[in-house]
């Protein structure tokens, strides 16, 4: 099982999707700093996440959604990318 997330940092309000085979991990990761693109955006909150068969299509779909915001946008109307956070509040951990 893979994943495809959404986050957002507190600090500057952009986004980052990303993808991994452990989402747990990978957020604490971000909130560590241990994440070249985010280390300096931090606290960052999850916002949402896809479940993916695979790695491979993990990647797949993590290129699509930073491509397209308006796919992205379309596989949360559909149900697929789960919403768990409206982006504002608590941090992630």
Do not use: W
């Given at each position: ?14 986004k980052y999707i ?16 241990l994440v070249r ?27 699509k959604y930073k ?27």
């Amino acid at each position: 099982m893979a994943f495809v997330y959404l986050s957002k940092s507190l600090k500057d309000n952009k986004k980052y999707i990303g993808s991994t085979n452990n989402l747990q991990r990978r957020i604490k990761e971000h909130q560590n700093g241990l994440v070249r693109s985010t280390k300096y955006r931090r606290p960052l909150i999850l916002l949402g996440y896809q479940i993916c068969n695979d790695v491979k299509e993990a990647a797949f779909l993590e290129r699509k959604y930073k491509r397209s915001h308006n796919v992205l946008g379309r596989a949360i109307q559909r149900g697929s990318f789960r919403l768990v956070h409206s982006g504002r509040g608590a941090v992630v951990a």
